[in-house]
């Protein structure tokens, strides 16, 4: 069992820019691929970013390619979503996503993790 923990949400002018942690605890941080989701009202939950287990790889929805820079520092047991030029669109419940550790599919559906947190509140102003 993996627990994931988010934070670094908040309010923020169009244009700022946030960091979002998630901090994981329970199994081996390193043999988990990680991944970021949003859902905003009335919407689809959403991919935005992932990351495999050593950081060697990353993906990145095209909507945040370019603004947003996932990363993870395994000693930490943490993996973060820094976001840059904030649009209005960007505004959602931001998840944190940690895959099963023995699969080896795709990282951009919900249906390819098995872990989530509680999500933390991003909302962009224009």
């Known amino acids: 069992q993996v627990q994931l923990v988010e934070s670094g949400g908040g309010l923020v002018q169009a244009g700022g820019s946030l960091r979002l942690s998630c901090a994981a605890s329970?199994?081996?941080?390193?043999?988990?691929?990680m991944g970021w989701f949003r859902q905003a009202p009335g919407k689809e939950r959403e991919f935005v970013a992932a990351?495999?287990?050593?950081?060697?790889?990353?993906y990145y929805a095209d909507s945040v390619k370019g603004r947003f820079t996932i990363s993870r520092d395994n000693a930490k047991n943490t993996v973060y979503l820094q976001m840059n030029s904030l649009k209005p669109d960007d505004t959602a419940v931001y998840y944190c996503?940690?895959?099963?550790?023995?699969?080896?599919?795709?990282?951009?559906?919900?249906?390819?993790?098995?872990?989530w947190g509680q999500g933390t509140q991003v909302a962009v102003s224009s």
């Open positions: 329970g199994r081996t941080f390193s043999n988990y691929a």
């Open positions: 996503a940690a895959q099963s550790d023995s699969y080896s599919g795709t990282y951009y559906t919900t249906r390819d993790y098995v872990y």
């Open positions: 990351i495999s287990r050593r950081g060697y790889r990353t």
